[in-house]
């Protein structure tokens, strides 16, 4: 069965350093969004990206962060300087086509460790 | 606004025992889609269940059953016979119509089974 993957599965960085995290949609889905889960809390959506765009974006995606998809299959989450409560799991998600009636489905996740 | 309220922030019951699951959520738009979601230890998100808003039947999955009910703007989640691998964080969670793609978690119950 098609999956979502993630890499890597943890990365540890230090405060003020980039960090890229990976995701590989399900090959034929053509929404992609990243959510946030800072360690024993609920998964918070940070933005949706579709044709090369994002579509929408919470107010936790400020400046610091970026999304692309260099290259039709990776979808990158892009964190230019981190801050240590950037500390949380982030899951990506593809979905086939937009709509509430057809499911998104989740990575693994990575989680970011900022020291 | 719109938002998903989970009150039960820890369950733990014996195995073989019922439990359910409380969610209410708030909203305002009369079309929108419920989620439930399972975080089991490894992390990972699973999908378990999609209803809409105009769809208010019950739904039974083997152990697994869902009430919705729009009067109260609630949609529990029971788990019949609890085993120990239903050991989990599992989140409700709201998608409005007219927002496609982004979910909107509750703060998840965790669930434990000791044998």
């Known amino acids: 069965e098609p999956e979502v993957t993630q890499t890597p599965s943890h990365q540890v960085t230090q405060m003020g350093q980039e960090v890229i995290l990976r995701c590989v949609p399900i090959s034929n889905h053509l929404y992609f969004y990243w959510y946030r889960q800072i360690l024993g809390q609920k998964v918070e959506f940070l933005v949706s990206?579709?044709?090369?765009?994002?579509?929408?974006k919470s107010e936790i995606f400020d400046d610091q962060f970026s999304v692309e998809r260099p290259d039709g299959s990776n979808f990158t989450l892009k964190i230019r300087s981190t801050k240590l409560e950037d500390s949380a799991m982030y899951f990506c998600?593809?979905?086939?086509?937009?709509?509430?009636?057809?499911?998104?489905?989740f990575g693994p996740g990575t989680r970011l460790t900022v020291l | 606004a719109q938002k998903v309220t989970q009150a039960q922030t820890e369950i733990s019951v014996v195995e073989k025992e019922d439990v359910t699951l409380d969610c209410v959520y708030e909203?305002?738009?009369?079309?929108?889609?419920l989620f439930w979601y399972k975080q089991p230890p490894s992390g990972e998100l699973v999908f378990l269940i999609r209803?809409?808003?105009?769809?208010?039947q019950n739904e039974i999955s083997g152990r697994y059953s869902w009430n919705f009910q729009k009067s109260t703007s609630s949609f529990n989640f029971t788990i019949t016979a609890s085993q120990v691998v239903d050991s989990a964080v599992y989140f409700c969670?709201?998608?409005?119509?007219?927002?496609?793609?982004?979910?909107?978690f509750g703060q998840g119950t965790e669930l434990s089974v000791k044998p």
């Open positions: 990206f579709y044709n090369n765009e994002i579509s929408e």
């Open positions: 998600a593809s979905q086939i086509v937009y709509g509430p009636n057809n499911e998104q489905f």
């Open positions: 209803r809409n808003s105009f769809d208010e």
């Open positions: 969670a709201l998608i409005l119509y007219n927002q496609g793609g982004k979910l909107i």
């Open positions: 909203t305002r738009d009369t079309t929108y889609y």
